[in-house]
């Protein structure tokens, strides 16, 4: 059993398009982390997540704690967004992690 | 530049090596963690630490310790390295509570022949 799970596994876009990955978790959490993963390994938060929206760029992260629920939004992508994208859930202590979702924006 | 360094990039040892993995940080950080990674596991947590000389056991802690002499250090080490753990090794951390600050090593690629 996965405390987190992410949706799609796999994801192929063409640029410019609109894209939704989602999250759901089974804890309760006090954040949520989305991570972005480039595939030289290296690993970047994006956003950490309590409750409502956050916005950087292009990159929208959405949350509703009642539903348990996540969603990372790119908007006009870009074959550069192209990576593995993590969502990650606190409950106190404790780490959960989502297998990821991997990104390919074809130019 | 906030950083967390992990001394190497890319590793291959033999089996039975005793193997040691470095995570520096710059950020005065309290808490460290080391994960690996997985195709279809996703992170898995190894260990991680609070505090100097301070350490627990994450999920999955067999065939692996860890040392914290000091508070910007943080090692793991695979005390008779198998070919089982072939992975991805992440190291990170984040101020107490977490926050913006959880931030990711690079990421060190270890190969156990």
């Known amino acids: 059993k996965n405390e987190v799970e992410q949706s799609p596994q796999n994801l192929t876009a063409q640029e410019g398009e609109f894209i939704t990955i989602n999250c759901s978790y089974s804890?309760?959490?006090?954040?949520l982390h989305w991570l972005q993963q480039h595939p030289g390994g290296g690993i970047v938060s994006l956003f950490m997540l309590s409750s409502g929206k956050k916005k950087h760029g292009r990159l929208i992260a959405t949350i509703n704690i009642q539903e348990k629920h996540s969603s990372l939004h790119i908007t006009a992508s870009h074959p550069r967004d192209s990576a593995v994208y993590i969502c990650a859930v606190r409950a106190g202590n404790q780490f959960y992690f989502g297998t990821g979702t991997s990104l390919t924006v074809i130019p | 530049d906030v950083k967390v360094t992990q001394s190497s990039r890319y590793l291959v040892k033999r089996t039975g090596e005793k193997v040691f993995l470095e995570c520096v940080q710059d950020m005065d950080h309290e808490n460290m963690f080391w994960y690996r990674q997985d195709p279809g596991l996703g992170l898995r947590l190894i260990y991680f630490?609070?505090?100097?000389?301070?350490?627990e056991k994450g999920d999955i802690p067999e065939g692996y310790s860890v040392s914290r002499e000091k508070k910007e250090r943080f090692s793991l080490i695979l005390e008779s390295a198998s070919t089982n753990q072939t992975s991805m090794y992440l190291c990170a951390s984040s101020p107490p509570g977490g926050g913006y600050g959880y931030t990711f090593g690079s990421g060190t690629r270890l190969t156990v022949v």
């Open positions: 630490s609070y505090d100097v000389k301070m350490k």
């Open positions: 804890v309760g959490i006090s954040a």
